[in-house]
């Protein structure tokens, strides 16, 4: 993508889509660590503390941290495989033409 193409506002537009993209993906890892972490912890009182309270706790919302977890492992795989795939079709080459519809495959992830 040539950004001498672009105009200001075309530029303008991009950062902040690109900004939300960030922002959304950010979002995604942060929730998926504090399910791990919330396991983790839990999962240490029991064991370390013989205390299974917190651990009977996170399995019984089991669950939903399991459908939380698979959805941002699933949209960070697929986010992965379509870049593999543009990538791999114009790579050096890329052009807005191009970049645009994969920038918006992205954002629906």
């Known amino acids: 993508m040539n950004s001498?193409?672009?105009?200001?506002?075309?530029?303008?537009?991009l950062v902040e889509r690109r900004t939300a993209l960030r922002k959304k993906v950010r979002e995604g890892f942060i929730t998926a660590h504090k399910v791990i972490s919330e396991y983790e912890h839990s999962y240490k009182?029991?064991?370390d503390d013989d205390?299974?309270?917190?651990?009977?706790?996170f399995l019984a919302d089991a669950e939903a941290s399991y459908l939380l977890l698979s959805n941002?492992?699933?949209i960070a795989?697929?986010?992965?495989?379509?870049?593999?795939n543009y990538m791999g079709r114009y790579g050096?080459?890329?052009?807005?033409?191009?970049?645009?519809?994969l920038f918006d495959g992205l954002m629906v992830l």
Not at 4 to 13: D, E, F, V, W
Not at 51 to 57: D, G, Q, S
């Open 77 to 84: 795989t697929h986010s992965v495989n379509f870049w593999r």
């Open 4 to 13: 001498m193409q672009l105009s200001k506002s075309q530029k303008n537009k």
């Open 92 to 101: 050096a080459e890329l052009r807005r033409e191009e970049f645009m519809p």
């Open 45 to 47: 009182q029991f064991v």
């Open 51 to 57: 205390t299974p309270r917190l651990f009977l706790n």
């Open 72 to 74: 941002h492992v699933s």
